[in-house]
Nanobody, 115 residues
């Protein structure tokens, strides 16, 4: 059974940091890009960052310089390090992996940034 599980969300003050994890089944993790999305209150889910199987990264402008994506292939886990958090970063964060023509999504993890 394929599984994707996010963890690491929580409540943090503005300016603080959090690290999210995305653990996936080995069958889909190897060589697969990890995409990170977020759904802010009242908004659509939006792409924010990705890391390819080879480690190349991509970010949207709103998180560039503050967020860092990485992966540990030995642990089948991806990470989203979030620094200098702002109240507008408040959202449910998701990771997704595309493999074999299907997309596998985690359940999401809530990040709340207080001002």
């Amino acid at each position: 059974q394929v599984q994707v599980v996010e963890s690491g969300g929580g409540l943090v003050q503005a300016g603080g940091s959090l690290r999210l994890s995305c653990a996936a089944s080995r069958s889909i993790f190897s060589g697969t890009a990890i995409d990170w999305y977020r759904r802010a209150p009242g908004k659509e889910r939006a792409f924010i960052a990705s890391v390819t199987g080879a480690g190349a990264t991509n970010y949207v402008d709103s998180v560039k310089g503050r967020f860092t994506v990485s992966r540990d292939n030995a642990k089948n886990t991806g990470y989203l390090q979030m620094n200098s958090l702002k109240p507008e970063d408040t959202a449910v964060y998701y990771c997704a992996l595309g493999s074999g023509g299907a997309w596998y999504w985690g359940q999401g993890t809530q990040v709340t940034v207080s001002s």
